[in-house]
């Protein structure tokens, strides 16, 4: 990717979530910021996974995930699962964690909010299988604001990531 359209792209704003799955005993999560809502009726969401992600395998078997919402207190959870230490199968170890009531999937104590998610359809775009979901339960754990790219210092760009002061700087009219 040219420094130009990296710098475009990585000035795209996202929230910043962790993705979760389960598979018997096995609980995973992963930092995750590609995540919109897709449709309003019926209320959807769409989270982008790479193709070679243990996770993307899990969904594949379960047809499900969790969407924890990270808020600014909860921003260790970001840096956790972004580092090498959760680059493991069973990375929630020591992370505190319930199962979801429908679909037990796992959702994060200290998130601010919690989805759990059934997949409906699903696409591969490139080296990503972007999910569309439907919500089959919420909870709020406590009221923050959302964690978004913009409070990084880093970007995500799919293979690598880029220094936010590398982002585009918009000039004003």
């Known amino acids: 990717m040219d420094s130009v359209l990296a710098a475009v792209f990585a000035s795209l704003t996202t929230g910043i979530y ?3 799955v ?6 995973h999560g992963m930092s995750s910021s590609w995540v919109t809502q897709v449709s309003g009726e019926p209320p959807l969401l769409m989270a982008a996974v ?3 992600h243990f996770s993307a395998a899990v969904i594949a078997r379960t047809g499900c995930f969790g969407l924890n919402i990270v808020g ?3 921003r ?3 840096d956790y699962f972004l580092s090498a230490a959760a680059r493991r199968a069973d990375n929630l170890e020591g992370i505190a964690h319930e199962l979801s009531p429908r679909l037990r999937v796992p959702w994060l104590t200290d998130a601010a ?3 759990e998610a059934r997949v409906r359809d699903s696409l591969v775009a490139g080296d990503h299988r972007l999910l569309i979901a439907e919500p089959a339960g919420v909870r709020v754990n406590h009221a923050d ?6 409070d990084l210092d880093y970007v995500y760009l799919g293979g690598k990531t880029v220094l936010a002061r590398d982002r ?6």
């Open 76 to 78: 260790s959870l970001e």
């Open 18 to 20: 962790v993705l979760t």
């Open 72 to 74: 600014r207190r909860s």
């Open 50 to 52: 790479d193709v070679k």
């Open 145 to 150: 604001r959302p964690l978004t790219s913009l």
């Open 168 to 173: 585009c700087e918009w000039q004003g009219n």
């Open 22 to 27: 389960a598979d018997g005993e096995h609980r």
């Open 113 to 115: 909010a919690c989805v």
